[in-house]
């Protein structure tokens, strides 16, 4: 999905709360407001969003001096979930169609997030995910993908949503792969928060390799970049990984709510949306973009190491 002007501002809202976060003082925080302005002006156009907001935040680290300003916050994201597990697997125990309500409950946990601006009530949310129509509905056709594959690769968005996770890994049938960040980006997972949320119990852990808000393959791991080549089956949840991978094919299948009014325009539904969309491009291998990230001055790349934990 290409970056449009509405973003901006919510790229410096980003900033700026994540300087407040870490209780940064008046004077940091209009530091990092330029340092992210001058980057604004700078980065190329055709940019996705992921490209834009993983050095933006990676200022607000350097700044501040905090490897995880949203540390505390996701945290807390992963408690809720854990509290109101024992629900969700009762209205998944009922449901008449476990893959479905599944997927749905998944769906509902994307709702999850640490923008400007955000709030919700994940109970109401999972509620309402099992209520109310799919914008868009492609749950027959993974149902069918997953009758076909013999593993997945899941790819993983925020803290706390990975709880909502764990019913949909175990409702697949099949071994999936959960793939987490490199390193901390706003409040998306990491291994410790998959850890915490225990999707290590039903998946395995794969580390992108790479602090991108989505999966920018071109700067992810070797190891990475290889199962999605070889996976017949990806699920990719929330705004991020549809950001960077809506040009993907049918092999992958977008879960996530239309939170953002730009990015439900660009999904074509309206804003609140719950969506289970199959990629439409015609790609079987690895996207052929440049997606390596932004060159910025003053930013630091994620150390390679040993991915899969």
């Known amino acids: 999905m290409r970056t449009y002007l509405d973003c901006y501002p919510c790229l410096l809202g980003q900033a700026l709360e994540a300087a407040r976060m870490a209780r940064a003082d008046e004077r940091e925080q209009r530091h990092i407001l330029e340092r992210v302005l001058d980057l604004l ?13 993983q050095p933006v935040h990676r200022i607000v680290r350097e700044e501040i001096g905090s490897e995880d300003p949203y540390r505390e916050t996701k945290a807390r994201s992963t408690e809720e979930g854990l509290a109101l597990y024992p629900w969700m ?11 479905v309500t599944a997927a749905r409950l998944s769906i509902a946990g994307n709702v999850i997030d640490a923008r400007p601006g955000r709030s919700y009530d994940l109970r109401e949310e ?42 949909l890994i175990e409702t697949m049938g099949i071994p999936v792969t959960y793939v987490v960040k490199g390193g901390p980006i706003a409040n998306d997972a990491t291994v410790e928060d998959a850890q915490a949320a225990g999707v290590d119990r039903v998946a395995e852990l794969m580390s992108s390799g790479s602090d991108a808000p989505g999966t920018l393959l071109g700067q992810c791991s070797e190891e990475l970049r290889r199962a999605y080549e070889e996976a017949p089956l990806i699920i ?4 991020g990984n549809y950001e960077s991978l809506d040009e993907a ?16 325009r660009d999904v074509g539904v309206p804003a609140r949306s719950l969506v289970l969309r199959q990629g439409d491009g015609s790609d079987r291998d690895c996207p052929d973009r ?20």
């Open 126 to 167: 999972l509620e309402r995910s099992l209520s109310e129509p799919l914008a868009i509905d492609d749950a027959e056709a993974l149902r069918a993908a997953l009758n076909e594959a013999d593993w997945a690769l899941f790819l993983a968005d925020n803290a706390g949503e990975t709880v909502c996770d764990r019913l």
């Open 41 to 53: 002006r700078d980065v190329p156009p055709s940019s996705k969003p992921p490209q834009i907001s």
């Open 290 to 309: 440049n997606d390596e990230g932004l060159d910025t001055e003053g930013t630091t790349e994620v150390n390679d190491r040993e991915h899969r934990l």
């Open 249 to 264: 094919g049918p092999r992958v299948f977008f879960l996530l709510q239309a939170k953002c009014p730009v990015l439900a």
């Open 89 to 99: 697997e009762r209205a998944l125990a009922e449901a008449d169609d476990k893959l």
């Open 236 to 239: 990719a949840k929330g705004q």
